[in-house]
C-alpha cells in the first residue's frame, strides 16, 4: 500500500506489523534507542558479572522494564539510566549497576 488516504485503508492496517527499511528510520537523539536495537545486547554488570541476553523491553507506564534471559530463566531490569549505566550499540552491550538483590528477585 502506498499511501493511507482513508480510515478505512487504516483499518485495513489494524493489529498488522509495518516494518522499515533501517535506513529510513529517523535518527534518535542521545540516549534514545530504538527498541530492536537493544534485542540481542549482552547484559553484564559493572563488576564484569554476564546476565543474559535482551529478549524484549517491556513498555510499562513510568518503569519500562529489559526482559533479560539466560537459558530458561528471565531476568527484569529496570530500563533506567540509573540502572543501564552504559549502551553500546556498535558492540551490542549494555553495563548495569543494579541495586543490591535486584538481580536475586524472582518476579517484577
Not at 517491556?58 to 529496570?78: A, F, H, Q, R, S
Request: hydrophobic letters at 40%; one cysteine or more; charged letters at 25%.
Amino acid at each position: 500500500m502506498k499511501g493511507i488516504h482513508s480510515l478505512d485503508q487504516a483499518r485495513e492496517l489494524t493489529n498488522q506489523e509495518i516494518w522499515l527499511p533501517e535506513e529510513d528510520l529517523q535518527p534518535l537523539e542521545h540516549g534514545q534507542y530504538y527498541l530492536h536495537q537493544l534485542s540481542g545486547c549482552s547484559v553484564v554488570t559493572k563488576g564484569g558479572r554476564a546476565i543474559g541476553l535482551v529478549k524484549d523491553v517491556l513498555l510499562i507506564k513510568d518503569n519500562d522494564l529489559l526482559v533479560i534471559t539466560k537459558g530458561e530463566e528471565e531476568i527484569y531490569v529496570p530500563f533506567t539510566e540509573s540502572i543501564c549505566v552504559e549502551i553500546n550499540l556498535e558492540s551490542k552491550q549494555i553495563i548495569i549497576d543494579p541495586p543490591l538483590g535486584l538481580l536475586d528477585l524472582d518476579e517484577i
